[in-house]
């Protein structure tokens, strides 16, 4: 049911930046000819949220500190520590005791299907969701200033220590403008419902807010057909910024993978989709009838660009007719274009989407670089780091970009459990890749994620950056130190290590 991501290892040198004329904007809001050089980058001053950050962007090695950081066993929510290699603070946020004894304390993550590219944090940084290992999302009140999480309505629901929105479905996604909005897709039950797209408003700290429907992706008119069947699987709602536009992704017929329909819903002009096994779009707007190529295929994930008009596809299993070696299919949503982004382009490994670009980390010998591209052109790949570790074997990140501008010139933020030992900068770290053409990679944390734990969000390290860049949020074992998923003070690395939620400021 849930989103899962496996391993992938990635191989990583130095190349120098390829160049091509126009193919991204500069620091300004209109595109221009070429790359902004790393000069012009330079000269705005660094800060907490960046663009251009403080921390280090060296690429010496850095071992975990001996001794770790003490943030308690089972319990220690709310402590804070350093990380003496990059000095920036980190709060832990859950433990032992964060959902009392009506809930799940086991293991904790920041999106319930493992997936970086979700907005888990609210406009101004005063609200978040966490989820537990059993599909529940978990609201807290987030002091920006002290960097202090609280459960929210505590008094309401004592038995689990606070709200705990049990969705059935997909993890949810924070409004990009209103800044007490919630979004989440609900089927009602496991496996028998039909999406829902839902609005939770957590502005009283009182009163826990009643889910409003905003729309039955089954129910209406020129959308999906309810008689097709009920919801098995559906991915996690994503939102334009302008909070106009939603999509996710579902199957009726059984779990992940196995899903053909996406689905957009516009505020104003209604409902949008696409049948990745017929090849038909259709809808309320837009263009109708068959899809521009002739790729049949099965759904992994989605996720929305962040203008809202482009839809990435993340590709499962070949149906019929499928290009050779394709990793992601690109939607122009109000149009029936569709894009292959195949494995002769670098298109493999974790990705992100900002607004009109693509980023992602590909992971053959021939391109060990993080690349960006055009969503109207993927083929039209670059480099967008000059330098790194040689030899860097293996090294897997996962990629958030909820921090980007309309000009995709924020750096994207990525986590690391791979490389314990450390023998590499990046190993084992939280890193902010710049896509302004500076070639800067800013170094924030350590993940003090072993890498071997049965729970996928710990084993990866799995996290999301804060909509205004000051905060980066990543699932954790912290070297075994967590405590057992039982509730026992010593556990063995790669059995029942438990794992909790950390957030970082990124300065």
Request: glycine share 10%.
């Amino acid at each position: 049911m849930r989103n899962r991501r496996g391993y992938v290892w990635f191989f990583l040198m130095p190349f120098s930046i390829l160049l091509f004329p126009g193919w991204r904007p500069t620091l300004g809001e209109t595109s221009q000819s070429s790359v902004p050089s790393a000069a012009v980058g330079q000269q705005q001053q660094c800060r907490t949220g960046g663009p251009i950050y403080c921390s280090r962007t060296d690429l010496v090695a850095v071992p975990l500190p001996a001794p770790l950081p003490n943030v308690g066993n089972l319990t220690g929510a709310n402590t804070i520590i350093t990380d003496s290699a990059f000095s920036n603070p980190i709060v832990r946020v859950t433990d032992w005791k964060t959902e009392g004894s009506g809930g799940r304390n086991d293991n904790f993550a920041i999106d319930c299907g493992g997936s970086a590219e979700i907005n888990f944090m609210n406009a101004d940084s005063t609200r978040f969701f966490l989820c537990d290992a059993g599909g529940g999302i978990i609201p807290f009140i987030y002091d920006p200033s002290t960097m202090q999480a609280t459960r929210m309505y505590t008094a309401k629901f004592p038995a689990t220590n606070g709200m705990r929105i049990l969705a059935a479905a997909s993890s949810g996604e924070w409004s990009f403008q209103p800044k007490n909005i919630m979004y989440d897709v609900e089927t009602g039950s496991y496996q028998a419902g039909t999406p829902v797209l839902k609005s939770y408003d957590f502005g009283n700290q009182s009163v826990p807010p009643t889910p409003e429907t905003l729309y039955n992706f089954s129910s209406n008119a020129n959308c999906v057909p309810a008689s097709a069947g009920a919801t098995h699987w559906v991915t996690d709602v994503t939102v334009s910024h302008d909070d106009q536009t939603f999509s996710t992704a579902f199957s009726l017929t059984g779990g992940q993978g196995t899903g053909v329909w996406v689905v957009v819903w516009n505020r104003t002009n209604g409902c949008r989709w696409l049948n990745t096994q017929t090849g038909e779009v259709g809808g309320q707007w837009g263009t109708l009838g068959n899809i521009s190529i002739f790729d049949r295929f099965y759904i992994h994930n989605s996720r929305l660009s962040l203008d809202g008009n482009w839809v990435k596809i993340g590709f499962q299993n070949c149906i019929t007719n499928c290009v050779a070696g394709v990793q992601n299919y690109f939607w122009e949503i109000g149009t029936s274009t569709v894009l292959a982004c195949t494995t002769a382009s670098n298109c493999l490994g974790h990705s992100a989407v900002g607004y009109k670009y693509f980023i992602n980390s590909p992971t053959t010998p021939k391109q060990q670089s993080q690349l960006i591209r055009p969503l109207a052109s993927v083929s039209n790949q670059t480099e967008i780091w000059t330098q790194g570790p040689p030899n860097h074997i293996p090294w897997d990140n996962h990629q958030s970009w909820q921090n980007a501008t309309p000009s995709d010139d924020n750096p994207y933020l990525s986590s690391s459990s791979t490389g314990v030992p450390v023998a590499y900068a990046w190993d084992n770290e939280i890193d902010g890749f710049s896509t302004n053409g500076s070639g800067k990679v800013y170094r924030f944390a350590h993940t003090f994620a072993t890498g071997n734990t049965p729970f996928f969000s710990g084993a990866n390290a799995i996290g999301s950056v804060s909509r205004d860049g000051k905060f980066f949020a990543w699932c954790s074992d912290w070297e075994g130190t967590l405590g057992s998923t039982k509730g026992s003070y010593t556990c063995t690395i790669g059995s029942n290590c438990r794992s909790d939620v950390f957030i970082v400021l990124l300065k």
